[in-house]
DNA sequence: ACCTGAACACCGTTCAAGT
DNA sequence: ACCTGAACACCGTTCAAGT
């Protein structure tokens, strides 16, 4: 017990600021984080947050955190070490995708490291079994994640400025997809980004695992 | 003729502020670009900058697109269109890098589209010789600069940031590299980021393009 | 142990007023 | 056409003072 008297309203907690800094922040972004506003919201001085989190930094900090330890488990699906691999990909960037700023948050404190530690695990289980050993081992780990943080990065920044300034068409008609309307048009169109990564992610995976992209280990061969 | 009458001193010029401006921003990043900093480093209040540029955004956003214009072009080299590629991508790190706040401050106004368009033109060349046509050109062309801007923002941001939090060794060392020392050790090393993007293009560009790692399209075969 | 208001040192921006 | 100071509405943070 937390030693309190037999006050009705508990007061201010670590955990209610906490609880209601996220919510601000997952409705409008950790920019429209204000210490005035949070404290306007818990109904509190702003200067009572200040002794129960430090200061808006160690808030930030903590919440994200909270949020790394609360994503879940990655497993690796499919049948070759390649495919796993990618499935590894896939579910790390759903993850992200889940939690819309949580990428840019861990991106400006530098957590970016300890945040994928349990990706880059599951990721030296799946190269060792396609038989890297060493350095080159963990180059294909790393390739794998910078692919995947960066993916993530540049398409969540896309998704947030929608307009694109010179209207994305007239800047993709002109050049040099001379006689290619079919990739003229590809272009203009805009990415797909789940064909776009899952497409890139395996690229990636078969250039860098020794064995050959569709090779299976054990269990029937394709008919 | 700008209509002056003969006064001595020139008075505030766009381009004054925008020079100075940039200087700030090279120095000490974005973030320390002040509306009251500007104004006395160029000596002036700080309203008369409101007068030649709006507003700090438009100020930032006129930068921008200045030193994007700066850029110089991007010639491939090699002998194969995969290895074309692999140079552009290069060199286009090698801008980004030059840029340090660039990237970031592209990315932030979601400009990144307009800003690779010269890479772009590049790619779609390379990838169009290789004998890719229609969607899957396209798809080629932005997986690889995807790639490229995604690895340069991870890449900037771990210089960001020099001290990971868990200390980057302890954490890489417990860890599923059980029987490899030397994977242990790699990854406790922490990466070299120039090794690791050629390695990381390579394999996507000998993923993504349709003739093996090698082939070479005219000359002498390797003997 | 927890909460408070006042105060400090910053921001970007607007606006009426000067020349 | 260009520059100015005053003022507004915000920030994060500190600190002495309350209970």
Redesign the interface.
């Known amino acids: 017990m937390t030693g309190s008297s037999g006050s009705v309203r508990p007061s201010l907690t670590r955990e209610q600021v906490l609880a209601t800094a996220a919510a601000l922040v997952k409705q409008h972004g950790p920019g429209a984080l204000t210490m005035r506003k949070l404290a306007a919201e818990l109904g509190t001085a702003v200067t009572s947050i200040y002794w129960h989190v430090g200061n808006r930094e160690s808030l930030l900090e903590a919440l994200v955190e909270r949020t790394v330890a609360e994503l879940g488990a990655l497993t690796p699906r499919g049948a070759t070490p390649a495919r796993r691999v990618v499935s590894v990909a896939r579910a790390l960037r759903r993850q992200l995708l889940d939690h819309p700023h949580l990428i840019a948050m861990v991106?400006?404190?530098?957590?970016?490291?300890?945040m994928f530690?349990p990706a880059?695990?599951a990721l030296?289980?799946e190269v060792?079994a396609a038989g890297l050993?060493?350095?080159p081992?963990?180059?294909a780990?790393?390739?794998v994640l910078?692919?995947v943080?960066?993916?993530?990065?540049?398409?969540r920044?896309?998704a947030?400025?929608?307009?694109?300034?010179?209207g994305?068409q007239e800047?993709w008609d002109v050049?040099?997809?001379e006689h290619?309307p079919?990739?003229a048009r590809?272009?203009a169109r805009g990415?797909r980004p789940e064909?776009?990564f899952t497409?890139?992610v395996?690229?990636?995976?078969?250039?860098?695992l020794p064995t050959g992209p569709d090779r299976r280990e054990a269990g029937p061969p394709p008919r």
Chains 1, 2 share one sequence.
Do not use: I, Y
């Open positions: 991106h400006e404190r530098g957590l970016t490291e300890r530690q880059a695990q030296v289980r060792h050993r060493g350095a081992a963990a180059q780990v790393r390739a910078f692919q943080v960066g993916f993530v990065l540049v398409e920044n896309r947030r400025a929608p307009a694109q300034h010179p994305e800047l050049p040099a997809a290619d079919a990739l590809a272009l990415p064909q776009l497409v890139s395996r690229a990636l995976a078969d250039g860098l």
